[in-house]
């Protein structure tokens, strides 16, 4: 019973430890500023530099505990946890912001000033020059996600991420703080990189026929193989039935012979093949004009029921 | 005299408010073309079912009126054709139609001879041919993806690409798939002719072997996984059209595969051929885009029929005697079914009146759609 309890324990925290890891690896570092002179404005109307994160995950993620930097240096796997810990710069914990709701995103102003508040980070980022950013695990070690963004990115724009690893220069109009970037970038950059280096389709057309066939002659081949087992199954199953017994059958009565018959029909009707053989059967007929020749007199045989006999019964009374 | 001088007032502003005040000449226009596709519907027999909604809602939405915030036009926001439009708009009518096509297709034909899913897959370079035709003609590579996907000739996937890659083109490219659709019966049979010998119309193909009932039920669980994986992006159309197809072949669902394609395929038809129609509003359709995209639509149409009765041609080289395919069946892997496997059936039997190839034309017929999603898909994901 002991040792029931203890794996159960076991389990739990496996379980919360792993759903806690998978949690931060929803956190990605998704939109980041470096030179911030006309657009947004931190809680005290500032201007300055700034990173987005985003939870990519339909669930909430505390990002608080969580370390940012601008240091490259961090990456040296020879440093030790408090080492690495005192080069970057920790998101407080008590915030409610910093508990991001599902793809929610939340900016951090990297001014140098943590005085300011929870979204303030103690380092700055300097324009013109290359700029590392990386977003670590509470303990100091574990990396969640990183980036470079390129000196070259002009004021205002953004270094912006989309479809969770493709990085692409955003215009002042484009930037998105504190929301989901716009895909309308990410698609005209699609367009345009088609437009440039497959101007005349030949690449979509050999890469769109290429799938497409592909994947049809994997559904061909499949359901080839498979049609093929199917029919050794039936054989065998035939093969297995027992035979039908060539003593002739006992001579039946009218009734019990029409009452099989209809059976039979019946039977028949509900079987595909009986239902192919018959039409089979009425095309070769039509084709070879093979088909019954008609007396062409209609006969009606009466039904028997209540009307007809009332009827004779009036008639009868009448005529006596 | 203030009363009359009021009326008069109210009289003269409600002159302007009606349609004949308003109406432009590209009005006029349109209106004649919505009712052409409803006499072509009616007198000819030409797709009626789509026709008849798109053309009327070509007259609807070409009804002129003045824009003062009545909230009845199409594109005006919180009006009731909005509403209808939105179906259009974030491409949801296409997948539900795809759901009625599953729940009412037989994949029999297709399962008896797996290799005429190539047929189909081939006939997609129509799509593909028209994608470079349309570059060349100076689209931008997603309008040109839009305007190509006509080419296998699907309505629904038509919408559905065209919604996403090019909604501004959107009206002219569906009201285009559905015309060449309904012209398939012109535009087919001389391909066919000019493309085959007399020899070749007169093959006899194996009879189809029997397909068992789980086989039936495997292939649209297999079929979605497959193709889905391949192509994640075609999954709203792949995904309702297996869906459909498994509710029909599970024989357990009959109630609900009745319903997909009979009352619900019919409603979505009606409103997605209404709005289709509506969105075709003159300043919008009447343009040198439209000629162009016509064009494209004609040549498309053409490519696929014709690269899908060439490919079994080619595919004749590699097969025994006695498993000949006859090319006629090619033109069915364009995915207007069954009208193109239609079309098979009798081109073979006027040179051979015992040469019944409906069954056989329309495993290829089926597996243009199937192929015109994945393509669909593939041009989705490259390009959205």
Same mark, same amino acid.
């Given at each position: 019973m002991k040792s029931k309890k203890t794996l159960v324990a076991i389990l739990c925290c496996v379980a919360g430890i792993t759903a806690y890891a998978q949690g931060l690896a929803n956190l990605k570092i998704t939109e980041v500023v470096v030179e911030n002179t006309d657009g947004l404005v931190d809680e005290y109307g500032t201007h300055t530099a700034w990173i987005e994160i985003g939870n990519t995950s339909w669930s909430s993620t505390n990002v608080s505990g969580c370390f940012l930097t601008c240091d490259p240096g961090v990456l040296d796997p020879n440093l030790s946890a408090p080492q690495r810990i005192a080069r970057?710069?920790?998101?407080?914990?008590?915030?409610?912001?910093?508990?991001?709701?599902?793809?929610?995103?939340?900016?951090?102003?990297?001014?140098?000033?943590?005085?300011?508040?929870?979204?303030?980070?103690?380092?700055t980022l300097t324009p013109g020059q290359e700029i590392f950013v990386?977003?670590?695990?509470?303990?100091?070690?574990?990396?969640?996600?990183?980036v470079r963004v390129p000196a070259t990115l002009p004021a205002n724009n953004s270094w912006s991420r989309f479809d969770q690893q493709k990085w692409l220069a955003c215009t002042p109009d484009k930037v998105t703080p504190n929301s989901a970037n716009d895909n309308t970038v990410a698609k005209a950059d699609k367009i345009a990189e088609f437009k440039e280096k497959d101007p005349h389709g030949f690449a979509m057309t050999i890469l769109g026929m290429g799938i497409v066939l592909s994947g049809l002659l994997i559904l061909s081949i499949l359901f080839t193989l498979f049609g093929n087992i199917m029919h050794r199954v039936n054989c065998k199953k035939d093969n297995a039935q027992p035979k039908p017994s060539t003593q002739p059958a006992k001579k039946a009565d009218a009734a019990t012979e029409i009452a099989v018959a209809s059976l039979a029909l019946h039977q028949a009707l509900a079987d595909d093949d009986a239902v192919k053989a018959v039409i089979a059967m009425a095309l070769y007929e039509y084709e070879h004009d093979a088909h019954d020749e008609e007396s062409g007199i209609i006969t009606i045989i009466p039904q028997a029921s209540p009307w007809p006999q009332r009827s004779l019964a009036m008639n009868n009374h009448f005529s006596k | 005299m203030d009363t009359w001088s009021f009326l008069t007032t109210k009289f003269s502003d409600f002159l302007t408010f009606t349609g004949f005040a308003c109406a432009e000449w590209g009005n006029i226009v349109m209106i004649l073309?919505?009712?052409?596709?409803?006499?072509?519907?009616?007198?000819?027999?030409?797709?009626?079912?789509l026709l008849i909604p798109i053309g009327f809602g070509i007259i609807l939405g070409n009804i002129p009126f003045k824009a003062v915030g009545l909230e009845i036009g199409l594109y005006e926001d919180n009006s009731v054709l909005n509403f209808f439009y939105s179906g259009v708009r974030n491409g949801w009518y296409p997948p539900l139609i795809f759901l009625g096509i599953g729940a009412l297709t037989d994949f029999t034909a297709l399962l008896a001879n797996p290799k005429l899913l190539l047929v189909g897959g081939a006939a997609q370079f129509g799509i593909f041919g028209a994608y470079m035709i349309a570059l060349l003609m100076g689209f931008e590579p997603n309008q040109a993806a839009g305007i190509a996907i006509i080419g296998g000739a699907d309505g629904p996937t038509a919408i559905f690409l065209s919604s996403k890659l090019a909604p501004n083109l959107m009206g002219a490219i569906a009201v285009c798939a559905y015309s060449y659709m309904a012209l398939v019966p012109l535009i087919q049979p001389p391909l066919m002719r000019l493309l085959t010998t007399k020899k070749e119309r007169t093959i006899h193909m194996?009879?189809?072997?029997?397909?068992?009932?789980?086989?039936?039920?495997?292939?649209?669980?297999?079929?979605?996984?497959?193709? /889905?994986?391949?192509?994640? %992006?075609? @999954?709203?159309?792949?995904?309702? !059209?297996? #869906?459909? $197809?498994?509710?029909?072949?599970?024989?357990?669902?009959?109630?609900?595969?009745?319903?997909?394609?009979?009352?619900?395929?019919?409603?979505?038809?009606?409103?997605?051929?209404?709005t289709v129609g509506c969105s075709t509003q003159a300043s919008e359709f009447l343009t040198w885009n439209t000629i162009m995209i016509f064009i494209l639509g004609a040549l498309s149409f053409v490519i696929a029929s014709s690269s899908g009765v060439l490919f079994v041609k080619f595919m004749n080289l590699f097969l025994s005697k006695d498993k000949k395919l006859n090319p006629l069946i090619g033109n069915a892997g364009v995915s207007a079914v069954p009208m193109a496997a239609r079309i098979s059936n009798q081109i073979g039997l006027e040179y051979d009146r015992k040469n019944f190839l409906l069954?056989?034309?329309?495993?290829?017929?089926? /597996?243009?759609?199937?192929? %015109?999603? @994945?393509?669909?898909?593939?041009? !989705?994901? #490259?390009? $959205?």
């Open positions: 970057m710069s920790q998101i407080p914990r008590g915030d409610e912001r910093t508990n991001l709701s599902p793809k929610g995103h939340l900016v951090f102003f990297a001014d140098g000033r943590t005085n300011l508040g929870t979204l303030h980070t103690n380092f990386a977003l670590y695990e509470a303990n100091g070690t574990v990396l969640i996600d990183s | 073309v919505g009712a052409f596709f409803i006499y072509l519907a009616i007198k000819k027999d030409f797709e009626p079912l194996k009879p189809q072997r029997q397909v068992s009932q789980t086989e039936r039920i495997i292939f649209p669980i297999v079929g979605l996984l497959l193709t /889905a994986f391949l192509v994640p %992006s075609g @999954l709203p159309l792949l995904g309702m !059209l297996f #869906f459909g $197809n498994l509710l029909k072949e599970s024989t357990k669902t009959t109630r609900l595969a009745k319903t997909a394609g009979s009352a619900l395929n019919d409603a979505i038809v009606m409103l997605l051929g209404l069954m056989h034309a329309m495993g290829p017929n089926v /597996a243009g759609v199937i192929g %015109s999603a @994945l393509a669909a898909g593939v041009l !989705l994901g #490259f390009l $959205n």
